[in-house]
């Protein structure tokens, strides 16, 4: 759900009304050939193949002309700027990260939004089944059609919150070159690609055959290349009223911080221990990754051939290697740990420090620790994803104005993912749990293994021969698989009431998904720390479809009736899992009383199945962002603040009395150690959806479109993990309700350690409350004629684009209604992105033969903090505004130059501490970049 970055130089998202060829008219020229032979129509948002198609459904094209104005070269940076579109994960994610690019129809989740090529179903990169972008060739992108509103009924499961289809060209014929060059003002985060494009028509143009080939590299940028980003940002406040921002960062760190006895101490080189402040927190952030370095390969060939008109064969193939690498800060080592309190690594004060905690005498005593293992490096993640994909069909006439088209399909992706800077704690428990030998060294309690004694008292002190010897490497693999046979038989003229044709569609499908995750078996254990554990994954589903669709021209040319339209689909889906029997449906109606205005109206029953990861997942190991209760000023009895309810809570679930409301029993953490995983039991996800708007062409302004429309989504059994934010609301309660417990039962998902501090809550995956959202999209454009230029004829094009976001409500857990975020006009750890209740995109294109200037503006407005119980220094982000600039020669159609900025006047991010998402602010919603310039040109040989 990001800010729309389109030129207006053709007519983008016209209205649905209009014909489809209208929509794009430059990139369906080549699709304008009857599904019998040749490329067939592909109209998103039906399967019918009819060009005039008139749909109730919202949909916005983006031609291949709009994608390379914006200068992007990934297919991520391009959608993100819709303003349907939420941010999903891409260059910018490293933590997480997972080195993949996807998209978020209206925030509601990737899994929810449907991703195509050619009107099929495409590669998912893991067992989340979401597809990644950076699997999709830019260069090859004829359109991308967005259709918005649940489309279950029409391409199944998923299509929760909308399709994006990518409609790749058709019977090119030649050879093309191409390549693009991205560098910030910085001079740094250098992105390039180069493309060969060949195409061949033969057998007198009944058949064709396509390929491309791709080579991309995006060098890295790290947080200390940026003054913003460069030190890890924190609240802070001297009053418990005022909040303000403060270098900050992890209570984990290089010279150890020690919890005892509710207290906390940290050593220098001399193993001397001294009191731990806040300002001794380590900044994580300067060797994280602000850019992840990726490099891809991919290579895509189609082809088609008539046979004649009752059979035309085609097939479809890609090959893609992607590879990306993700670094974090060293390993933090957190928990309880036996140390010897007579170690030759202690000074004297150090020993008698320990010693006076050693209950049984037996020389050793039991602390917690909280290192970060400098010695041991950065920790580095890279991953390494092979994706294939084959579709073999074939269509064509059967007679009286029927038609077929039948194919099937095969995907995999398998992904290796190498990870450095792990260590064994069992081996670090064995390396601290030390004694002396009849020499009188230091040797460890048991030798096994090589052991080595692990000096961890004071920075740098670790040993090269005892980070050998804690030191793990691992590696992960998963595959996810999708087997799809599919079918339909099409009447594009069934009948005409006098209005038109009617057409309506037939089909059945067969779809197979299987995954798995295999983890490093150190890391299935639980016993690495550095890269967040995990167990396996494995299992699949199957699920067998019939469905139909409709489409009847009601009444057209009568007094106020210029054309009424109607659209129907119904969908019977069978799953092997507990789903088992599912229908969806759609309705639509499009009524136009005079050819200038249009009304149109549907409503939709959508599903989605949980995927593969949601029923089979293991339990994985996260640090989410979130604030123990127990450590704010609402449990201090000091404070104007304070509540008895949450301070008996706190020291009836395990908190030191003395140390709740001071954070000094976890370091005032802003993580908290969460277990997450899949859940057999899941039921389906439902929605139910409509929308209705207007399209404007006025006869009296030709060149003039507008489109409004209004959308309602709520979804049922919403499936998601409820947050360790909602789950501490639902043990503490709040300061809505007196700070008293939502569902005493939660507390048994929060544990604690003998400190306090919360260890390993647990957060599966449930059917939670439900999602609700609602708004309003609009899109105007208008184009002037000039009287000047190159043969004193130009135009300009104008082009305003966006979305309101009226509510977006979420229910996280079932059981408990009264917990609920409304997340519009919002951002924070509740909401977990960015929710602007304005997202506007504006350009303004100027062109005449051979030349073109074009201006974009796009805008985000201002945003509040989502949790009204939890002061921040930055409650409110200002609205944003940034500027594009892009030129465009073309020499005789055979040499196109580009050139331009993104981000013109180097708008900087906002800086926030505890509720960021990551690098200090949201930085796959706002630019962290900075300005950066780009160029491109493509040949035609």
């Known amino acids: 759900m990001k800010r729309l970055l389109l030129a207006s130089t053709l007519l983008m998202g016209l209205p649905v009304a209009a014909q489809a060829q209208e929509t794009a008219p430059d990139s369906t020229s080549d699709s304008s050939a009857d599904s ?99 699997t999709i060739p830019t260069a090859l992108i004829e359109r991308a059609d967005v259709v918005t509103g649940g489309k279950s009924a029409v391409y199944g499961s998923d299509a929760i919150s909308g399709v994006i289809n990518f409609v790749t060209k058709q019977d090119f014929e030649g050879v093309q070159a191409n390549a693009d060059y991205r560098l910030t003002d910085s001079g740094d985060g250098a992105q390039w690609t180069g493309g060969l494009l060949v195409g061949k028509n033969f057998a007198d143009g009944r058949g064709n055959i396509t390929l491309y080939g791709e080579y991309s590299k995006r060098k890295a940028i790290k947080q200390s290349a940026r003054s913003y980003t460069a030190t890890t940002q924190t609240d802070a406040s001297d009053d418990d009223i005022n909040y303000y921002l403060t270098n900050g960062g992890s209570a984990s760190i290089p010279s150890t911080r020690l919890n005892i006895g509710g207290k906390n101490y940290k050593f220098d080189e001399s193993g001397s221990y001294s009191d731990y402040t806040s300002p001794d927190a380590y900044n994580y952030a300067s060797e994280n990754y602000l850019q992840v370095p990726q490099t891809r390969k991919l290579f895509f060939g189609q082809a088609h051939f008539d046979v004649s008109n009752a059979l035309t064969f085609y097939t479809e193939g890609q090959y893609v290697h992607n590879r990306v690498k993700n670094q974090l800060a060293p390993t933090p080592v957190t928990g309880s740990f036996e140390i010897d309190n007579d170690s030759s690594f202690l000074s004297a004060d150090s020993q008698a420090l320990l010693q006076s905690y050693d209950t049984d005498g037996d020389g050793y005593t039991t602390a917690n620790i909280y290192r970060r293992l400098s010695e041991v490096g950065d920790r580095i993640s890279v991953m390494d994803s092979k994706a294939l994909r084959g579709v073999f069909g074939a269509r064509g006439d059967i007679g009286s104005g029927w038609s077929y088209d039948v194919y099937g399909s095969y995907a995999r992706t398998r992904q ?106 150190l890391l299935s254990s639980g016993d690495v720390v550095g890269f967040n554990g995990s167990e396996p994954t494995s299992g699949g589903y199957n699920v067998k479809e019939l469905f139909t669709e409709i489409d009847v021209p009601l009444l057209a040319d009568k007094p106020f009736v210029n054309r009424l339209e109607f659209n129907g689909a119904a969908r019977y889906s069978y799953y092997s899992t507990a789903a088992k029997s599912v229908g969806t449906f759609s309705a639509g109606l499009v009524y136009a009383p005079i050819k200038d205005i249009s009304l149109r109206a549907q409503y939709s029953r959508a599903v989605r199945a949980p995927t593969v990861s949601d029923l089979y997942a293991g339990q994985s190991e996260g640090y989410p962002s979130a604030t123990d209760p127990c450590s704010t000023k609402y449990a201090n009895s000091s404070s104007s603040d304070f509540s008895q309810n949450l301070y008996n809570a706190c020291v009836r679930d395990g908190v030191p009395a003395a140390s709740v409301g001071s954070g000094d029993y976890n370091a005032s953490a802003s993580q908290i150690q969460t277990y997450s995983g899949g859940n057999p039991d899941l039921r389906e996800e439902t929605a139910n959806t409509y929308t209705f708007g207007a399209v404007l062409q006025p006869s009296f302004l030709p060149r003039l479109s507008i489109t409004v429309d209004y ?53 599966t995956l449930a059917n939670s409350g439900g999602v609700k959202t609602d708004g309003i999209d609009f ?163």
């Open 711 to 763: 959308y309602h989504i709520k979804i049922d059994n919403y499936i998601t993990s409820a947050g360790v934010g909602s789950i501490l609301t639902a043990c503490y309660g709040d300061e809505n309700n007196g700070w008293t417990s939502y569902d005493s039962s939660a507390c048994s998902l929060l544990p604690r350690d003998s400190s306090g501090t919360i260890t390993g809550a647990i957060d």
């Open 36 to 134: 019998s032979g040749g490329a067939a129509i592909v109209v998103t948002g039906s399967r019918l193949h009819n060009a005039n198609l008139e749909q109730a459904a919202p949909i916005m094209a983006m031609s291949k002309e709009e994608i390379a104005l914006t200068g992007q070269q990934n297919i991520e940076a391009i959608l993100k700027d819709l303003p349907q579109v939420l941010p999903g994960s891409g260059g910018a994610s490293n933590n997480p990260g997972g080195g993949v690019a996807t998209a978020d129809l209206r925030g509601l989740g990737a899994q929810r939004t449907l991703v195509l090529v050619n009107g099929r179903r495409y590669v998912s990169y893991d067992t989340n089944q979401i597809v990644d972008l950076n």
């Open 779 to 941: 899109d105007a454009q208008y184009s002037i004629p000039l009287a000047f230029g190159a043969n004193n004829a130009s135009k300009l094009n104008l082009r305003l684009a966006g979305t309101y976001l009226m509510n977006w409500t979420f229910h996280p857990l079932a059981s408990i209604p009264d917990i609920v975020y409304n997340c519009a006009g919002k951002f924070g750890l509740n909401c977990g992105n960015v929710y602007a209740s304005w997202r506007l995109n504006g350009r303004a294109t100027w062109q005449t033969d051979g030349y073109g200037l074009s201006l974009a503006w796009r805008h985000l407005s201002s945003v509040k903090d989502d949790d009204d119980s939890t002061p921040y220094a930055v409650e409110r982000i200002k609205a944003y505004d940034y500027f594009d600039l892009t030129a465009t020669i073309d020499v005789a159609k055979r040499f196109t130059w580009s050139i331009g900025m993104n981000n013109m006047f180097d708008k900087k991010p906002p800086i926030l501490g505890d509720n960021q998402e990551q690098s200090n602010t949201y930085p796959t919603t706002y630019d962290v970049y900075g300005r950066t310039f780009f160029t491109s040109i493509k040949m035609d040989f």
């Open 416 to 521: 290796t993912e190498h990870q450095y800077g792990n260590i064994s704690r069992s081996r670090l428990e064995q390396a601290l749990k030390t004694t002396y030998d009849a020499d009188g060294n230091l040797v460890c309690s048991d030798t096994s293994n090589g052991c080595v004694p692990a000096n961890i008292f004071g920075a740098g002190n670790l040993s090269q021969a005892a980070v050998d010897f804690l030191e793990v490497d691992t590696v992960n693999r998963s595959t996810i698989t999708e087997k799809v046979v599919s079918g339909v038989i099409t009447n594009n003229n069934l009948f005409d009431l006098g209005a038109g044709p009617a057409g309506i569609v037939f089909g059945g499908e067969y779809r197979n998904e299987h995954g798995s995750y295999d983890p490093d078996e």
